[in-house]
């Protein structure tokens, strides 16, 4: 990662960064040359774009198909291609204007991005040599941290601003900008995406976006000259802030956020970003024109672009026009400043806008776009601030200054609310916060029954910097570690050398207590860059998860190693995800038997003993539990997706989302057939989905027998106050009845009778709060 931050730094357009690549791998590799092809995604020919040692002239004159030669054979397989005599491959083919008579040996690996081979990097040598598979491993690896940055830098070429689309991008845009409408009506309510619990209540911060220009008064220097001065100066201010950035959330909330700002660093250093900008700020004259002209032109030119990865790279060309035009204006022109209490509500949940705006001042937000796992809502979950994603028009619904109510939990803003809704909301943070912080100060207390039942209640936590948490709530270490967040924080999937170190501080940092760390689990509405995923019609049901883990093999026994490397403090826990059958269960022990005995061959120590768990979030693997126990350590339940597959509603999709129950009777089948398998067998069985969090659920997941509820860290100490006022007794009578209900509806009336007939609403600190639940469950009664 080091390596390939430096590559960006030193690259400011796709030629320099391509040459800058074939210098650092032929370096980092030791090899003679180092030659990368770029595919075109139309015509499927590979064209040399770069070389280092291959003769300069043959740059963009070598092109053959897909299949063709050895590296047109690494595009179509997909797979590295190495021989220690290139001439005697089957696949060879001479281009005599290279000059590769030279060269002997040859490795060739895809670059591939979501599922595309996007071109090859080969490198060769004079000499014979035999690439070793971790020589492979490593060239592989390489070519995956790689593919994006080239990605990016093509991306940024593709951009030709033309006359035509500047001013179309000015009319576009005096188009689409309207006033909000003034408010008579009190009480205006907007849903959207509960991305983040809590409840705010203060004042409207609408956060510009990039190209909302009617509210600034910017006047330009006479001299065209001077404003592009001023542009420049802009730039560089940004660049600076932007490295202050990474520092300062390095060290804040650990590098793995950090590396965020790499690709918004690439986009300013870019040659042809800055040229763009240049000529535009000289034929406006006026240095925010010509940003704002330029920025619809990129953002236009990736909205084009089919794949949604591509368009989602929007929001990162946002985000830098959005940091270049206050540095712009940070002099001169002073938006509104953030006030304490602030509602932002802004286009998209960027990341960005936690390091730009002060934080503490920011008391929720409220986004058009955007979704719980964009990297903004795992920022606003990691600080605790209140957040709703994905209400259209939202943002020219609000204006600045205006008195709202967020209710994170519930995915709802209040608009004019009157004294009536704002007098309930007041009592109901009121309630959340006293109830937390009480609860907080009691951590050490033990979660158990009143008839003497102990429940583990561990956390949910994703990112190195989500570890401060699970000691402030009293968790008993991590019951789910979805690493995936780190490869969404890194654009990308981090080195094996970077997860053994992050998974180490995670171990040491809990140890003694456990911490279960969980394989890659993307697809679905997971998607990240580097590991190979592919469009698909259904993605839910598509490559997901183990099955994009068992596909891509490098990755997942990179993963593998630095799980078992971190593993030698004996705490770490290893879980598989979406297990549907007992074969991936042992396809996936195949694998970590392999990088532990590579771990073996080079002498690294390891935990012998480290517990291999499957997750049980699919109806085949709950139904066939029984087989699944005899050959793994642990089971945890995902019943965010085991509701998915169990009712076949798709969890993201907010049409079907009031069929989304996790408590109904199917899925609590499933879960109590999984509870009986486990025990028979003798292993632990925990709950990890969202539903450890639910006051209603816990009852009756402790009556079905589960040891382990594992839940967002500040839903911590709600669980075991509720747990300490049950008893045990109780709730196995009640999960017997649950079982035999035909709704989701009754067995929520069977858990809100046995809060109430318990007592615990009468708590003081949980039981005003838990009565709202109730009585929305059992009106009147
Ligand atoms: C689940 O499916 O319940 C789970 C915990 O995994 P995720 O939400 O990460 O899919
Ligand atoms: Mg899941």
């Known amino acids: 990662m080091a390596d390939v931050a430096e590559v960006v730094s030193r690259s400011h357009s796709l030629n320099e960064t391509l040459k800058n690549v074939v210098e650092l791998v032929a370096k980092r590799l030791d090899a003679d040359a180092c030659s990368l092809y770029l595919s075109d995604a139309r015509t499927r020919e590979l064209t040399l774009e770069a070389t280092i040692g291959l003769y300069p002239d043959s740059v963009k004159q070598v092109s053959l198909p897909h299949g063709e030669g050895l590296v047109g054979l690494a595009a179509t397989t997909g797979q590295p291609v190495v021989t220690v005599h290139a001439r005697e491959h089957p696949n060879y083919k001479y281009f005599p204007e290279t000059g590769e008579e030279r060269f002997d040996s040859f490795m060739a690996v895809p670059m591939i991005v979501r599922g ?24 592989r690896t390489c070519a995956q941290l790689i593919a994006p940055v080239v990605i990016n830098a093509r991306l940024l070429a593709l951009v030709g601003v033309s006359d035509e689309e500047t001013s179309l991008a000015i009319a576009n845009r005096e188009a689409s900008e309207a006033r909000p409408p003034d408010r008579e009506e009190r009480n205006v309510e907007h849903r959207g995406i509960p991305t983040s619990r809590g409840i705010a209540i203060g004042t409207i911060y609408r956060l510009e976006t990039p190209l909302d220009l009617e509210r ?71 240095a925010l024109t010509a940003l704002t002209n330029v920025i619809d032109t990129y953002r236009k030119t990736f909205q084009r672009m089919s794949d949604p990865y591509f368009r989602e790279r929007v929001t990162d060309i946002e985000d830098v026009g959005q940091r270049v035009m206050e540095s712009l204006l ?10 304490a209490g602030a509602i932002v509500v802004a286009s ?110 561990t956390a949910n936590v994703g990112l190195v910097s989500d570890l401060r948490l699970v ?16 490869a969404f924080a890194h654009r990308g999937f981090p080195s094996e050398e970077e997860q053994a170190e992050l998974y180490e501080t995670v171990a040491k940092a809990m140890a003694p207590r456990t911490v279960t760390i969980r394989t890659l689990d993307l697809g679905g509405d997971k998607e990240i860059p580097n590991v190979g995923m592919r469009m698909e019609d259904n993605p839910q049901l598509g490559c997901r998860s183990i099955r994009l883990s068992l596909a891509n093999q490098g990755i997942f026994k990179a993963q593998l190693r630095a799980i078992y490397r971190a593993s030698a403090a004996g705490n770490i826990r290893l879980m598989l995800p979406m297990i549907t059958s007992v074969d991936e269960l042992r396809s996936a022990k195949a694998l970590i038997a392999e990088a532990i005995q590579s771990l073996d061959r080079a002498g690294i120590p390891y935990d012998e003993n480290v517990p291999v768990g499957v997750m049980i979030e699919v109806p085949s693997a709950a139904i066939t539990a029984e087989t699944l126990a005899r050959e793994c350590d642990f089971f945890s339940i995902g019943t965010n997706d085991l509701t998915q597959y169990t009712l076949a509603v798709d969890r993201g999709n907010e049409h079907v989302a009031h069929i989304y129950d996790p408590l109904h009777p199917a899925v609590l089948a499933l879960m109590g057939t999984s509870v009986r398998a486990a025990s028979r067998a003798g292993i632990p069985i925990s709950v990890c989905g969202e539903v450890s969090s639910h006051p209603l659920a816990v009852p009756l ?21 509720i747990i300490r006022e049950l008893d045990f007794g109780d709730l196995e009578a009640d999960v017997r009845a649950a079982q035999d209900v035909g709704t989701a509806a009754e067995v929520h009336r069977i858990a809100a009778a046995r809060l109430r007939d318990a007592g615990i609403l009468e708590h003081p600190d949980i039981g005003p709060w838990l009565r709202t639940l109730v009585d929305k469950v059992l009106p009147g009664g």
């Open 701 to 721: 997941l402790v009556g079905l027998g589960i040891e382990e509820l594992s839940s967002t860290p500040s839903a911590v100490p709600l669980v075991k106050e």
């Open 471 to 486: 000691d402030q709530h009293g968790a008993d270490g991590i019951g789910l570690f979805r690493t995936e967040m780190l």
């Open 216 to 286: 600034l008064q910017y006047t330009p220097n006479a001299d065209p000259e001077r404003e592009v001065e001023e542009l420049m100066g802009a730039i560089g201010e940004a660049r600076r802030v932007l490295d202050g950035m990474r520092e300062k959330l390095g060290s804040k909330f650990g590098l793995d956020l950090a590396a965020v700002f790499q690709t918004h660093i690439q986009i300013l250093e870019d040659k042809g970003f800055v040229a763009k900008l240049r000529k535009e700020a000289l034929t406006t004259g006026n």
């Open 330 to 339: 940070g002099e001169r022109h002073h938006t509104t400043p953030l006030s």
């Open 116 to 139: 595309a081979t996007i071109g090859i990097l080969a490198v060769q040598t004079i000499l014979p040599r035999k690439f070793d598979s971790s020589e492979i491993e490593i060239f």
């Open 348 to 457: 998209n949940l960027l990341p960005g806008m936690f390091a730009r705006l002060e934080v503490e001042k920011i008391a929720a937000i409220v986004s058009e776009h955007g979704g719980p796992t964009s990297h903004g809502a795992i920022f606003a979950r990691t600080l605790e601030v209140p957040a709703v994603t994905g209400i259209p028009g939202i943002q020219s619904a609000v204006r600045s200054g205006e008195m709202a109510i967020v209710d994170g939990g519930e995915g709802r803003i209040i608009l004019a609310p009157d004294e009536g809704v704002l007098y309930e909301y007041r009592r109901a943070r009121q309630r959340y916060t006293v109830a937390i912080e009480h609860l907080d100060a009691l951590r050490s207390r033990p979660a158990e029954t009143r008839d003497g039942r102990g429940i583990r209640l």
